[in-house]
């Protein structure tokens, strides 16, 4: 008995499929957003810095060709005519500079705001949260044995696993309070060396052979 060929997609979920697209990017905007906005916040300069290039063009060029009339604009003053340009051109270059500068931080390791492990088992130790420890950089885990022996509540938050919901909702909240973040990005760092510094492990090695051997 041959089987019953499945039935084809349904209007509702193929109109779902357009939307579902439209949101992933809305969240990536929205994050992108996010991050420029806390930049300006705790860096006030920056944003002078980037009003300084367009102020420039309007009152340098503009009020020099505008004396010239080195470009016939009419009945239109020629910082009128040259505003719609300059602002255009601002906002292209402070993408191109924003999309460069990611990359910058991203080498630097600035953009290591936190870790994200979802593992769902298999970790018989913790490694790579010793690891972001020791980089200041505070972790949302699952909750597993190898997870949990090396976290500690004032630099880890540790999520049930297999639980998208609460892994976001734990993400979400250590990066809106920045401040909290810092200072769990702190805790991790001092258990790291008071845990799982080179010489500490080395010490304890060296004590696991002798008690072998005697």
Not at 6 to 16: I, L, M, N, V, Y
Request: net charge negative; glycine share 6%; hydrophobic share 50%.
């Amino acid at each position: 008995m041959s089987a019953v060929p499945a039935a084809p997609p349904s209007a509702s979920a193929e109109a779902t499929a357009p939307l579902g697209v439209v949101r992933t990017y809305a969240a990536r905007i929205g994050a992108l957003c996010l991050v420029e906005i806390q930049r300006l916040r705790h860096d006030r300069s920056e944003l002078y810095t980037r009003a300084i290039q367009p102020i420039l063009w309007l009152v340098v060029f503009g009020g020099t060709f505008n004396r010239l009339h080195a470009i016939p604009t009419g009945d239109l003053p020629y910082i009128d005519f040259l505003a719609p340009g300059v602002l255009a051109q601002s906002a292209l270059f402070i993408s191109i500079f924003y999309g460069i500068q990611i990359i910058w931080e991203r080498d630097a390791g600035i953009l290591a705001k936190l870790l994200v492990t979802p593992a769902l088992g298999g970790e018989s130790f913790g490694l790579v949260l010793a690891e972001a420890f020791a980089c200041a950089t505070p972790a949302v885990a699952s909750d597993i044995p190898g997870y949990a022996a090396v976290a500690i509540p004032e630099a880890a938050t540790l999520v049930a696993p297999d639980d998208p919901e609460a892994l976001a909702a734990a993400v979400v909240e250590m990066l809106s309070d920045e401040e909290r973040r810092v200072e769990m990005g702190r805790a991790a760092r001092a258990h790291a060396l008071a845990n799982y510094a080179w010489d500490d492990i080395a010490r304890q090695l060296e004590a696991t052979y002798l008690e072998v051997v005697a």
